[in-house]
């Protein structure tokens, strides 16, 4: 249990340490994120909004299920068997050529935009004018778009500017003008209100809106291609005949007036697509009753001629009895005649048949496979005009329409040929039969029988007649009430909310990226990080040695050096430090035997802070009573004099010391200014074999007269990874204080010190941390060295700073 206890409270305090960066830097987080949010506002206040409008229709007579309102005339055979695929249908929807015809209805080649200071917004519908486009935009080879800015001046003149191309003119309302080789004119669509009372007209007078309107032209084709990509068509299900359609636009009534008038001239094209088939069927009739015509007038004029030369009156009268059994093969005889005659019409109009003539319908003749393949044939014919418009014939769909239709064409002819054989054989068969009957009342006068050939030559010819006007009148029908294809289920309809930008979308985002961006520069800061930042990174590195001090990090108004009476928080850190120093000089025996401890300071590299520490450490103890011995023992780079009046870097001292004899220490110390406890040998001059003098003897002199005179020794040295000065004379020292210094010591050169210590090169080794963040102190303790001192909040600084308080 204490274990698990134990591993739990390591794994908080290893959280606790792995957040305590990012908690550090909150004012980070809500400062990119205030910024991150306003960057958003803008951009919302900004962006251009897009809405999405969509619609659904009900494809009629499809495959996919749909259903006629014109089933009802089926049994007249005007419908046909003409069904058409939701797939295909969609591709119609989506074409450029329905999409530039809504283009032109809805007049979206010209566009108007209204200018704002950051914001320029397109402007559609309830306009103060229109542009009139008098040039054919649907051919855009030598037209270009362009472009001006209009602004209406009087009730009749309207202010044209391209400042592009130096532009600049006035012309009147419904007065066409030529601009870049295209003829336009302004229509006003702001009237006049005239109100009639008692007899006298009064006309209000007009205000035009101050707004400047830029007025974009462009081709047909070019807006129709742009709407088009931006045009989504899909079936609303899988195997049914219901289509969804929507269009994002930034304006909303235009992305809805854009759907409901595609559904418009959907209809339009289908409702055409159907008339031409039946239009080719009644001018196919027409041409065949002409002929008929005159085929029963002259018919007609012979009975009447016979009748007349023979002096006859009822011959039907004479001969019904005679021809009552003859009935039968006359109605059948009329029957086949009439489908040869057609058949024959039929198939010689197909010889002179091109791509795209369409063949009569309607179940003319009473073979269903030659009407189901003609159904087919003019399907086809319908996909290959409507293909050609928008592709030449090279494209592989125009040619294999083409193939398609001409082996359709074979195979009617190839149909119609066996139709016409069976037809002739039936009639022969019809023929011998009526001859046998024939030979029965061979004692009919032979001008009743010629008299009974002419009316049956009468009767088929008016047979055939009656059967194409009945055809001609099913026709006439089927064009008069040819209903709609599309059945629109939901007219375009918006919604009140873009779809782009997406308001909470954007403003999450920029909280999440508020929070990332902050989070994600700490991480790589840290990872990248290999400079010391507090005194864990220097006990985890060496564990085993002591730390026994923090110096704070000073501002660039805050002096680096204590005074007496000093309650700063560099004072209170160099204090602590004190302590925890006497407490391992303690621990060394050294106040029970009565030898002055003897102190050397160094650190790995230079820059680290150690002559800082030096001297701080000196006044400290001289403040507390000691008599201190503060020696400069970097001989090689002598920084200890920053501590002494003005001019004291020309006074003489280690290097003199040890190079000579004939100085005595005592001749070189020289008291503070700042401690009367306080006693200072300086470097002196650099020499040229530094090294070399820390191997003299009268270094262990000079270590002897500070044990004698003083109750502390204390030694700035060199740093110990640069030189070996400190190295050489670290073993006089009790006790070696290595300082580092946070956010500039690399975390590898405590590999340096760990080495150095274990190959006993340093002796007593305890690590001071210079230059620590006051957020940073080894325990997390924000309040650091303020305790007794009297410190201004943030806030207070801040109304201070602006003079609130």
């Known amino acids: ?332 005889e009329i029957e086949a005649r009439t489908q040869l005659q057609i058949a024959t019409d039929l198939n010689n109009f197909i010889e002179n048949l091109d791509n795209q003539e369409l063949l009569p319908a309607n179940e003319i003749l009473s073979s269903a496979s030659i009407n189901n393949t003609i159904d087919q044939y003019n399907t086809l014919v319908l996909q290959y005009i409507r293909a050609s418009e928008v592709a030449t014939d090279l494209n592989p769909v125009v040619q294999d329409l083409q193939a398609e239709i001409q082996k359709l064409r074979t195979a009617i002819k190839s149909s119609l040929s066996n139709y016409i054989r069976s037809l002739e054989t039936r009639l022969n068969r019809l023929n011998a039969q009526g001859n046998r009957i024939s030979n029965r009342i061979s004692e009919v006068p032979t001008t009743e029988r010629i008299a009974r050939g002419i009316e049956r030559e009468q009767t088929i010819v008016e047979s055939i007649y009656l059967f194409l006007l009945q055809k001609k009148e099913e026709t006439a029908i089927s064009l008069a009430v040819t209903a709609p294809k599309a059945k629109i289920v939901d007219r375009a309809w918006v919604s009140n909310s873009p779809v782009s930008p997406k308001t909470q979308i954007v403003l999450g985002g920029a909280v999440i990226l508020g929070l990332v961006i902050p989070f994600a520069f700490i991480y790589l800061s840290n990872l990248l990080n290999d400079k010391i930042e507090n005194r864990k990174d220097v006990t985890k590195k060496l564990p085993d040695t002591s730390f026994i001090g923090e110096i704070p990090k000073l501002s660039s108004d805050e002096s680096d050096r204590i005074n007496k009476n000093d309650r700063s928080v560099l004072a209170e850190s160099f204090r602590i430090l004190r302590t925890n120093l006497q407490f391992k000089l303690s621990a060394l025996n050294m106040s029970s035997d009565g030898k002055t401890p003897i102190i050397i300071v160094t650190s790995t590299v230079k ?42 870097k020309s006074l003489k001292g280690v290097t003199e010391y040890l190079s000579s004899q004939q100085y005595h220490a005592s001749e070189l110390v020289y008291a503070s200014d700042a401690n009367e406890n306080l006693n200072i040998m300086l470097s002196g001059a650099i020499p040229p074999n530094p090294a070399e003098l820390w191997l003299s003897p009268r270094v262990d002199e000079l270590m002897q007269y500070g044990r004698d005179n003083y109750d502390v020794v204390i030694i700035d040295s060199a740093p110990s990874m640069l030189v070996t000065d400190t190295l050489l004379i670290s073993e006089r020292a009790d006790v070696t204080v290595y300082v580092a210094r946070a956010n500039y010591t690399e975390k590898s050169l405590l590999e340096y010190t760990s080495d150095t210590i274990k190959a006993n090169k340093l002796h007593n080794v305890a690590m001071v941390l210079n230059n620590v963040k006051q957020a940073n102190f080894g325990y997390g303790n924000k309040y650091a060295y303020s305790y007794g001192v009297d410190k201004d909040s943030a806030w207070v600084k801040f109304l201070k700073a602006v003079k609130l308080k």
């Open 1 to 332: 249990m204490e274990n698990y206890s134990s591993i739990t409270s390591e794994q908080n305090t290893d959280l606790k340490e792995q957040l305590k960066p990012y908690l550090q830097k909150w004012w980070l987080f809500l400062l990119c994120v205030l910024l991150l949010l306003s960057i958003a506002l803008v951009y919302l206040r900004y962006t251009t909004e897009i809405y999405k409008a969509d619609s659904s229709i009900l494809i009629k007579d499809t495959r996919a299920g749909g259903v006629s309102e014109l089933g009802a005339l089926g049994d007249l055979g005007v419908l046909g068997n003409s069904f058409n695929t939701v797939e295909n249908e969609i591709e119609v929807l989506t074409s450029r050529r329905m999409m530039a015809n809504v283009v032109e209805q809805l007049n979206l080649r010209v566009s108007y935009f209204r200018e704002g200071n950051f914001k320029t917004s397109e402007a559609y519908g309830n306009l103060p004018f229109q542009l009139i486009v008098a040039n054919d935009l649907r051919s855009p080879k030598n037209f270009k778009s362009f472009s001006f800015k209009a602004k209406i001046s009087s009730d009749t003149i309207i202010n044209l500017v391209d400042e592009e191309n130096n532009y600049s003119n006035s012309v009147k309302f419904g007065e066409s003008f030529y601009y870049k080789g295209t003829e336009v004119a302004f229509v006003p669509t702001l009237s006049k209100i005239d109100n009639k009372e008692n007899d006298t007209v009064v006309t209000q007078s007009r205000s035009y809106p101050e707004d400047v309107y830029k007025v974009q032209v462009a081709s047909v084709e070019d807006v129709a291609r742009k709407y088009a990509s931006l045009l989504n068509v899909e079936a609303a299900v899988a195997r049914g005949s219901v289509i969804n359609l929507s269009i994002q636009d930034p304006v909303p009534a235009k992305a809805a007036d854009i759907l409901n008038q595609l559904a418009i001239e959907y209809n339009k094209d289908a409702t055409e697509d159907k008339n031409i088939v039946a239009r080719n069927t009644v001018n196919f009739i027409d041409e065949r009753l002409a002929s008929v015509a005159l085929s029963l007038d002259s018919v007609e004029y012979r009975k009447e001629s016979f009748k007349d030369s023979n002096n006859l009156t009822d011959i039907q009268a004479e001969t019904a009895l005679n021809l009552t059994n003859n009935a039968e093969y006359l109605t059948r």
């Open 607 to 648: 820059g680290e802070g150690k002559t800082l520490v030096s001297f701080n450490l000196s006044m400290t103890m001289a403040n507390s009573g000691m008599n201190v011995l503060l020696i400069g023992g970097d001989i090689r780079n002598p920084q200890l004099h920053r501590y002494l009046s003005k001019g004291s």
